[in-house]
């Protein structure tokens, strides 16, 4: 079972409880990463900025290190925010003096 964002953006906190932690901006349509303590996981599900999902990716990632699937799942948001970009959209070009 996975969480994915229903609201605009939600802030989570990624660490263990005893140790740092590390706050992430996630966006409408984002999977929720592991390491997102379960009581804040509740709390944002009841105040509707979270939806538990079923997620098949888990499953057959389970056999992936965590690395391996970070890579993938970065791999994977890249390529979609590719295809969200405008056809033909260019870097701004540098001014010159």
């Given at each position: 079972?996975?969480?994915?964002?229903?609201?605009?953006?939600?802030?989570?906190?990624?660490?263990?409880?005893a140790g740092n932690k590390v706050a992430s901006l996630l966006r409408r349509g984002d999977i929720v990463p592991e390491?997102?303590?379960?009581?804040?996981?509740?709390?944002?599900?009841e105040r509707g900025f979270l939806e538990e999902v079923e997620t098949g990716e888990a499953e057959s990632d389970a056999g992936?290190?965590?690395?391996?699937?970070?890579?993938?799942?970065?791999?994977?948001k890249a390529e979609a925010d590719a295809k969200k970009a405008p056809a033909g959209a260019k870097a701004p070009a540098a001014k010159q003096s």
């Open positions: 079972m996975g969480h994915v964002v229903t609201r605009n953006a939600v802030k989570v906190s990624i660490g263990a409880a390491g997102v303590a379960e009581e804040q996981l509740a709390d944002l599900v992936e290190s965590g690395e391996d699937a970070e890579a993938k799942a970065a791999a994977e």
